[in-house]
């Protein structure tokens, strides 16, 4: 069973940076994509940025040029660095596997709130 813990999220104003973390444990860590996914209230999860194991990397158009995802695949991690935040990007943070499955297991997210 995977474990997933995100943290790394809050309050930020408008145009403000956080950076968000997952601590995997996953003895395939190192072979499998990584992504991140939101889920912006009342809206389903839908991903955000995705990196391959050896790190090519896939954004979300929303979020082209402002986010950057890295994975450390020594300690079983994978980050996403957020700058110039929008309103828009709030929302509960997660990461998984990329595809997630319909089963998959998942953390319990951490929230990022922007105000305007």
């Known amino acids: 069973q995977v474990q997933l813990v995100e943290s790394g999220g809050g309050l930020v104003q408008a145009g403000g940076s956080l950076r968000l973390s997952c601590a995997v444990s996953d003895q395939h860590f190192e072979i499998n994509t990584m992504a991140w996914y939101y889920r912006a209230p009342g809206n389903q999860r839908d991903w955000v940025a995705r990196i391959t194991p050896d790190e090519r990397t896939r954004y979300k158009d929303s979020v082209e040029g402002r986010f950057t995802i890295s994975r450390d695949n020594a300690k079983n991690t994978v980050s996403l660095q957020m700058n110039n935040l929008k309103p828009e990007d709030a929302g509960v943070y997660y990461c998984?596997?990329?595809?997630?499955?319909?089963?998959?297991?998942w953390g319990q997210g951490t929230q990022v709130t922007v105000s305007s």
């Open positions: 998984n596997i990329w595809p997630a499955t319909r089963n998959a297991d």
